[in-house]
């Protein structure tokens, strides 16, 4: 299967490396156009300048871009140059709204979308042991599964076009609980003069442990924040997850507080560092 891909950010470039190693990527496409040209010649595959030229030259289409708007402006460019029958998959983080206007677009156009998001970071991308949550006909994820499985350890079909985003926004929660818990318990660790080292290890071989204190425990504790996952972008998911939860009449305070946190920490000027930087707020 032809395969091409939009998007070579921290996650779409371990993604890529996964999906030519098993021989399916045929095109790559960034707007940054050093990117592609960097990628295209590093895994002996076509640059394209344009969306829309990737997309006349595959059977499948990945995206893996930031937000919302960007993943729309995706879909409108290759729709004006895909062929029929070919099949869209976005593994971006957005709403469950946004996967379904993209689906109905492609669907015009004789193309299958599914909504397929990620979780398990970029070590999860560089390794192929990311969990995948699909939105879309269980045939079509069928005839992507052997594309979809160079990247993943996990796949697994939740229902409809949009129920991919909707569990997502359920791991964001988890998440932004997750990460004001380690932050906060390290901080106050830290605080007390203890060996954050040690401290990581055995907690994390205990009822405490858990992938984020695992991979960004010693980072933090030491200072550094690089990405990782941007912390714009979760303040983005969980914006999402606020509209959502308004929805369905829900209270979701972790998560409230946690947009709060971001939005201090990006007034500051660190969005683009990785999540792990809620650390500054609750260190002394
Ligand atoms: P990133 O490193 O910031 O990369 C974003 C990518 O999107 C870049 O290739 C960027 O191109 C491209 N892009 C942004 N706006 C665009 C537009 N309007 N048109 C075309 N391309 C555009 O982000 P990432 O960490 O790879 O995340 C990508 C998606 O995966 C996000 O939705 C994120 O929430 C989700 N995600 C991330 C993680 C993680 O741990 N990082 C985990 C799971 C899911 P340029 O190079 O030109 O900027």
Same mark, same amino acid.
């Given at each position: 299967m032809k395969t091409g891909i939009i998007g070579l950010g921290a996650m779409g470039q371990g993604m890529a490396r996964r999906v030519a190693g098993a021989g399916f990527l045929t095109a790559v496409y960034n707007r940054t156009v050093s990117k592609t040209q960097d990628f295209a010649n590093e895994l002996s595959v076509n640059a394209c300048l344009k969306p829309e030229d990737l997309a006349a030259q595959v059977d499948l289409v990945l995206i893996c871009v930031s937000a919302d708007r960007d993943v729309l402006e995706m879909i409108a460019a290759i729709s004006k140059t895909i062929k029929p029958g070919s099949i869209v998959v976005d593994m971006s983080t957005v709403s469950s709204e946004t996967a379904i206007i993209a689906a109905t677009m492609l669907a015009e156009k004789q193309v299958a979308f599914l909504d397929a998001p990620v979780s398990g970071g970029v070590e999860g991308a560089k390794n192929g042991a990311l969990s995948m949550m699909v939105g879309g006909k269980a045939e079509i994820v069928e005839q992507v599964r052997p594309v979809l499985a160079t990247m993943t350890s996990r796949i697994t079909?939740?229902? $409809?076009?949009?129920s991919g985003q909707a569990t997502k926004a359920v791991n964001q929660i988890m998440c932004a609980g997750i990460n004001q818990a380690v932050t906060e318990a390290l901080a106050f660790g830290q605080a007390q003069g203890l060996p954050m080292d040690k401290v990581i290890e055995v907690t994390s071989a205990g009822?405490?442990?858990n992938w984020f204190l695992d991979r960004r425990g010693k980072t933090m504790t030491n200072g550094t924040y690089a990405p990782g996952f941007k912390l714009a972008l979760h303040h983005k998911d969980l914006l999402i997850c606020q509209a959502m939860a308004e929805k369905l009449n829900l209270e979701i305070p972790v998560s409230e507080m946690t947009i709060a946190d971001y939005a201090k920490l990006m007034a500051e000027g660190?969005?683009? $560092?990785?999540?792990?930087?809620?650390?500054r707020l609750k260190r002394l």
């Open positions: 079909h939740m229902g $409809e076009v949009g009822a405490a442990g660190y969005g683009d $560092e990785d999540i792990s930087a809620l650390f």
